[in-house]
T-cell receptor, first 113, second 114 residues
């Protein structure tokens, strides 16, 4: 299978706290895992990605973890701000399938004051 | 972020009509992907190209869509006979290479089939 499961579907956090979104994938051949942020009426924008040769990547308040054994990857947003409120999508892809992205169902993140 | 250009931004068609949208990939990016995001925010891969050649496409695309990426011209995706269920955001992405490379999305074409 090629499904990607994403949880939670809705996440409410207080400003300044951290937010975590988890994804699992079925195909162990998956080798590339991007995260996209999408605001209402806009296109998805890449915020961070990780390749299968890494277990952790961090950039500007974002941390991505990859556990290949468990087929699980996660996004952690530290010190959340109201501007982080948006929909977030994880995705996975496999070279042998032409690198098409298979997306999770999305997480609505709401950061409240 | 992305330098992918998509036109038109909005498209309204009646059922049975053709619906054509275009994509100019980022300069120097030979790999192009088309995805559909429906009203439930679910993504569906439609087709991808490397230069002018189709790498992979789903059954629906093969049966109902016409897609091409000619050299020196925009890529295009055309629904031959629009259905209400085709109403969605159509996203084009490009990348430098097929293997594990970042895909940047264009602004999308929002299609409404009445």
């Amino acid at each position: 299978g090629e499904q990607v499961e994403q949880l939670p579907s809705i996440l409410r956090v207080q400003e300044g706290s951290s937010a975590s979104i988890n994804c699992t994938y079925e195909n162990s051949a998956s080798n590339y895992f991007p995260w996209y942020k999408q605001e209402p009426g806009e296109n998805p924008k890449l915020i961070i990605d990780i390749r299968s040769n890494m277990e952790r990547k961090q950039t500007q308040g974002l941390i991505v973890l990859l556990d290949k054994k468990a087929k699980r990857f996660s996004l952690h947003i530290t010190d959340t701000q109201p501007g982080d409120s948006a929909m977030y999508f994880c995705a996975a892809s496999i070279t042998s399938s032409g690198q098409k992205l298979v997306f999770g169902q999305g997480t609505i993140l709401k950061v409240y004051l | 972020n992305s330098k992918v250009i998509q036109t038109p931004r909005y498209l309204v068609k009646g059922q049975g009509q053709k619906a054509k949208m275009r994509c100019i990939p980022e300069k120097g990016h030979p790999v192009v992907f088309w995805y559909q995001q429906n009203k439930n925010n679910e993504f569906k891969f439609l087709i991808n190209f490397q230069n002018q050649e189709v790498l992979q496409q789903i059954d629906m695309t093969e049966k109902r869509f016409s897609a091409e990426c000619p050299s020196n011209s925009p890529c295009s995706l055309e629904i031959q006979s629009s259905e209400a269920g085709d109403s969605a955001l159509y996203l084009c992405a490009s990348s430098l290479q097929v293997n594990q490379d970042t895909q940047y999305f264009g602004p999308g074409t929002r299609l409404l089939v009445l």
